[in-house]
């Protein structure tokens, strides 16, 4: 078995020894990913990776490990998804429009992620501004699936989830606006956590919606996600939208027994347009938290189903926002040498920005124009309080809350590409977490008879983590014997 093939925790163990060094990790990492460029479908989970620097890199921080805070990842290639910063690397975001921009400075994830021995290692391809289910969206071309290279890997970090799973790179950062480290990570069979809103820092995260976004892991295993986390979590001056909260010992909570445990099902997750194996995975998964001892009740979360219209109108309004700084002056790329500024916006934005990012600002646009911003966006809001305030009554009653993470497993590249609004129901079960700001993991719950992994979701209440972590171990377990 290659290096590319361990996990962060065995890989530990054997550079503690002094078995193995960073560079033997790199090797088998970048075989692997030349292997895959052979292949008649390849995964196309990289949009760059610079092997000579990042050797550079880690020789640099090997000859400085004395400097390192915590040797947790010392020496752990960690692949990064291309909407976080990494300096002299470059971020494009997916987009044509960045596509010759290259970072100057380290997001403040990436420069904790170095403190505890990590190196960033080759940047990920994701949908164009991490706007998409499927990434499809890319400039850089579609991300499959290596479970079935015909089948998307979800978005939008599916780059990160495809090469995770597809043994491309030993674990990846990732980030999550409605959804996209959970359902990547359950079409792909891996886990994949997001944070509470602030538990670590945006700083250095490119924009889509900024009270959304949120950067967290995707690893081969549930203890690989909680050392992740434990390394890029912390309290940064430099967002302004970050927690200043202690951040626990996660990796010591995974293996705890979940005895009493409170585990809320809410209806609304199990209802119409839920997928038949879907259904009997996850409610599997939800047998073996009962077995280990877990107490399941089912609870109401009437608001869900204006979670969708909920989020697309808030998202793509903040979207609008942030993407007006990339005009070809402040940022991006120049496609006009034209004199008339209109027409140089015109140029710039359309050449720029793909179908799915134009129709976002679009959208966006109105829902916060004159006339229209308290029909959408104020209403939006209301609508965003009472979906937070349903979990917070549910978490009275409850300690985690159990659902599907996607609606159906992994469908075919290319079948919703012309179909935008199937596209954006297909984050039902994610986005609301994300309207609440709460944390929420997605760990395998077995596959389909095709052979397509099911994650089931696991959400607890704000900045307590360390229960997914729990109930998450325990599922991952069981399902390996489903």
Known sequence: MGLNESTIENLQKLLQKKEINFFDIVKDVTASIDRDKKDNLPLNAYISFDVDNIKKDGGEMLKGAGKIENTALKGIPIAVKDIINVVNTPTTCGSNILKQYVSPYDASSVTLLRKNGGVPCGKLNMDEFAMGSSNENSFFGAVRNPHDRTKIPGGSSGGAASAVAGNLAVAALGSDTGGSIRQPASMCGVFGIKPTYGRVSRYGLVAYASSFDQIGPVTKTVMDGALLLEAVSGYDPKDSTSADVET?????????????LTVGVPDEYFGEGLDREVRVLVEKGIEILKNAGANVKEIKLSYTKYAVATYYIIATAEASSNLARFDGIRYGTRFSDTQDLITLYRENRSIGFGDEVKRRILLGTFTLSSGYYDAYYLKAQKSRTLIREDFDQAFKEVDIIVTPVSPTPAWDLGSMVGDPLQMYLADIYTVPVNLAGLPAASVNCGSTPAGLPVGMQLIANH????????????VEEGADVL
């Open 248 to 260: 626990p010992v996660f990796s010591d909570f995974v293996g705890k027994e979940i005895d009493g």
């Open 463 to 474: 900045f307590n983590e360390a229960d997914i972590f729990r109930a998450a171990r325990i």
